[in-house]
């Protein structure tokens, strides 16, 4: 045994409700900043929102499920 606890192993709870909140902040930024004319790129508000581009699609599912 390495005498480490499993919960040393785990990562940190994520806020689910402070992610979203993040992920609808940040599209809405970018979308102000392009337009909307000019779409809404996911890896853009991942980026923006300091998240993984997965959780997007995790919570959201889709471009059209965030907006």
Do not use: I, W
Request: aromatic share 4%; hydrophobic share 40%.
């Amino acid at each position: 045994m390495s005498g480490k606890d499993a919960t040393d192993t785990k990562r940190p709870a994520v806020d689910r409700g402070a992610s979203e909140a993040a992920l609808e902040a940040a599209a809405l930024r970018l979308l102000r900043r392009h337009g909307v004319l000019a779409g809404l790129n996911l890896r853009e508000v991942a980026d923006e929102a300091g998240v993984n581009r997965g959780l997007v699609y995790h919570y959201f599912g889709s471009r059209q499920g965030l907006l």
